[in-house]
T-cell receptor, first 112, second 115 residues
Framework: QQQVKQSPQSLIVQKGGISIINCAYENTAFDYFPWYQQFPGKGPALLIAIRPDVSEKKEGRFTISFNKSAKQFSLHIMDSQPGDSATYFCAASGAGYSTLTFGKGTMLLVSP | GAVVSQHPSRVICKSGTSVKIECRSLDFQATTMFWYRQFPKQSLMLMATSNEGSKATYEQGVEKDKFLINHASLTLSTLTVTSAHPEDSSFYIC???????????FGPGTRLTVT
């Protein structure tokens, strides 16, 4: 029940295209859903996060869509650029939990 | 804001020696710090959670006598890998927060290689 399932494991998108990464969770007590971006040899960086009181949050080219009834959330990267090539992790947490539960990650490659 | 640093960024040590990794929150007071381990092409694996001034809580399967964690102040936590062996070679990442259970800010990581 603590798991966060992330897909796909890897993704290749052409420059200018839309990258979509999906995550699903089981624990209805989760109420915080962040996405992290990690470049090789670097620590993860918080990209964008959402709470269940909204269905969508947009920051620049990055959008989180959240479906509470389906217990799913996704990251959309619009106008994907080669510089977006990285590993993306979704995560979840909530009141009563002191740790983040991470998905297994998605390696995104944006081809020039 | 919310910057976390780690030192060193890379370390190579000989088998049997101990290595200390520092994690600092530079612009906020971190009530809680976390230590993760990451193998190539894998997700982050939580090793332990530490709160300032108290003993760290280790995840199941993590040897507390091998991975010593000290959270001496609200801005500094250290991880000491004692009697390191080649299988301890990994990427160690810390994170810090002042607002559990929400935003965690990660350090840049430390690449440990044990020869």
């Amino acid at each position: 029940q603590q798991q966060v399932k992330q897909s796909p494991q890897s993704l290749i998108v052409q420059k200018g295209g839309i990258s979509i990464i999906n995550c699903a969770y089981e624990n209805t007590a989760f109420d915080y859903f962040p996405w992290y971006q990690q470049f090789p040899g670097k620590g993860p960086a918080l990209l964008i996060a959402i709470r269940p009181d909204v269905s969508e949050k947009k920051e620049g080219r990055f959008t989180i869509s959240f479906n509470k009834s389906a217990k799913q959330f996704s990251l959309h990267i619009m106008d994907s650029q080669p510089g977006d090539s990285a590993t993306y992790f979704c995560a979840a947490s909530g009141a009563g939990y002191s740790t983040l539960t991470f998905g297994k990650g998605t390696m995104l490659l944006v081809s020039p | 804001g919310a910057v976390v640093s780690q030192h060193p960024s890379r370390v190579i040590c000989k088998s049997g020696t101990s290595v200390k990794i520092e994690c600092r929150s530079l612009d906020f007071q971190a009530t809680t710090m976390f230590w993760y381990r990451q193998f190539p092409k894998q997700s982050l694996m939580l090793m332990a959670t530490s709160n300032e001034g108290s003993k760290a809580t280790y995840e199941q399967g993590v040897e507390k006598d091998k991975f010593l964690i000290n959270h001496a102040s609200l801005t500094l936590s250290t991880l000491t890998v004692t009697s390191a062996h080649p299988e301890d070679s990994s990427f160690y990442i810390c994170s810090a927060t002042d607002r559990l259970p929400y935003e965690q800010y990660f350090g840049p990581g430390t690449r440990l290689t044990v020869t």
